[in-house]
């Protein structure tokens, strides 16, 4: 069973880096991203086209993935490359098929699909050990690419982690509802992460994602994990992050609440707490090298 540690954090950060470099970039954080790398794009045998964007740098690197219709252009991957840039650490952020300026459908897409994405990019582009940072259903994608490459993987921070999410929110409606969703083949899910206010989620989609669920048994990660979650987040309730930090078997996980948080982390003191996260796991995996 995990260490949980809950740090509650709405009065401000209680993570201090050790070495200087947050405080140095904190303006540059707050001020907006100066320098941005380009959109590259790297093909696959028969599979869409994914964009990316990476520099390239130390050991540690850093890994973002976004959520679920999301992208890699949002302020925390934005905030998280500047700060990568700082301190001369490697840095990759890529949008899934289907997803921002990737090739692909994105009603194709399934939780296995985009994992295949996620392996795919570790694979071929990310050098050397990394932290893996995932948001909403990339917390979800994280934890399964932790699992399929540990060897990759030195540390993880989730943020509104919504690991089997989709599937276990379903299983709770009521059977009417679940039957009606059923017959017309598809679940509309209301949100306030996009302009439309309303995910479209089919069924197909939940019984493929079935396959991908981990909160059922132990998880086999045993690096690091910081999980970061706001007590306000009305799309990924904050205790499924309590409930990954139970499952997984790694001796070193934190529990972070924000007391005024919403799913989507996305407030200036909610970005720093995550590059401050971020640079105390890389003090943190230097000091152990």
Same mark, same amino acid.
């Given at each position: @069973?995990?260490?949980? *540690?809950?740090?509650?954090?709405?009065?401000?950060?209680? !993570?201090?880096?050790?070495?200087?470099?947050?405080?140095? *970039?904190?303006?540059?954080?707050?001020?907006?991203?100066?320098?941005?790398?380009?959109?590259?794009?790297?093909? #696959?045998?028969?599979?869409?086209?994914?964009?990316?964007?990476?520099?390239?740098?130390?050991?540690?690197?850093?890994?973002?993935?976004?959520?679920?219709?999301?992208?890699?252009?949002?302020?925390?991957?934005?905030?998280?490359? /500047?700060?990568? #840039?700082?301190?001369?650490?490697?840095?990759?952020?890529?949008?899934?098929?289907?997803?921002?300026?990737? /090739?692909?459908?994105?009603?194709?897409?399934?939780?296995?699909?985009?994992?295949?994405?996620?392996?795919?990019?570790?694979?071929?582009?990310?050098?050397?050990?990394?932290? !893996?940072?995932?948001?909403?259903?990339?917390?979800?994608? @994280?934890? !399964?690419?932790?699992?399929?490459?540990?060897?990759?993987?030195?540390?993880?921070?989730?943020?509104?982690?919504?690991?089997?999410?989709? %599937?276990?929110?379903?299983?709770?409606?009521?059977?009417? %509802?679940?039957?009606?969703?059923?017959?017309?083949?598809?679940?509309?899910?209301?949100?306030?992460?996009?302009? /439309?206010?309303?995910?479209? *989620?089919?069924?197909?989609?939940?019984?493929?994602?079935?396959?991908?669920?981990?909160?059922?048994?132990?998880?086999?990660?045993?690096?690091?994990?910081?999980?970061?979650?706001?007590?306000?987040?009305?799309? *990924?309730?904050?205790?499924?992050?309590?409930?990954?930090?139970? #499952?997984?078997?790694?001796?070193?996980?934190?529990?972070?609440?924000?007391?005024?948080?919403?799913?989507?982390?996305? /407030?200036?003191?909610?970005?720093?707490?995550?590059?401050?996260?971020?640079?105390?796991?890389?003090?943190?995996?230097?000091? @152990?090298?």
């Amino acid at each position: @069973m995990a260490a949980v *540690v809950l740090k509650h954090c709405w009065r401000g950060l209680l !993570l201090k880096s050790s070495n200087g470099a947050v405080g140095a *970039v904190r303006s540059k954080i707050l001020e907006g991203v100066r320098q941005k790398s380009t959109v590259q794009y790297i093909s #696959r045998p028969d599979q869409p086209k994914l964009a990316y964007r990476r520099v390239k740098g130390k050991s540690p690197g850093v890994v973002f993935l976004p959520g679920y219709g999301s992208n890699m252009s949002g302020q925390k991957a934005e905030a998280m490359e /500047e700060f990568c #840039r700082s301190l001369g650490h490697g840095y990759l952020r890529f949008d899934y098929s289907g997803h921002g300026a990737s /090739e692909g459908v994105f009603s194709e897409g399934t939780i296995g699909t985009w994992k295949k994405d996620v392996l795919f990019m570790l694979d071929e582009l990310a050098e050397g050990p990394q932290i !893996l940072v995932g948001s909403s259903m990339g917390g979800w994608l @994280m934890l !399964l690419a932790a699992i399929a490459r540990p060897e990759k993987t030195k540390a993880l921070v989730g943020i509104s982690t919504a690991a089997d999410h989709f %599937v276990t929110a379903f299983k709770t409606l009521p059977i009417e %509802v679940r039957k009606e969703c059923e017959d017309k083949g598809s679940w509309t899910v209301p949100t306030k992460s996009n302009e /439309e206010g309303i995910y479209t *989620v089919s069924m197909d989609f939940l019984r493929e994602a079935e396959n991908h669920c981990i909160l059922q048994s132990p998880i086999p990660i045993t690096c690091p994990v910081r999980l970061i979650h706001g007590l306000k987040d009305e799309d *990924v309730p904050w205790h499924i992050s309590m409930q990954v930090a139970e #499952r997984i078997l790694s001796p070193d996980v934190d529990i972070i609440l924000r007391r005024h948080g919403q799913h989507r982390m996305a /407030e200036k003191d909610d970005i720093k707490l995550i590059v401050y996260t971020i640079d105390d796991l890389i003090d943190k995996l230097t000091t @152990m090298v």
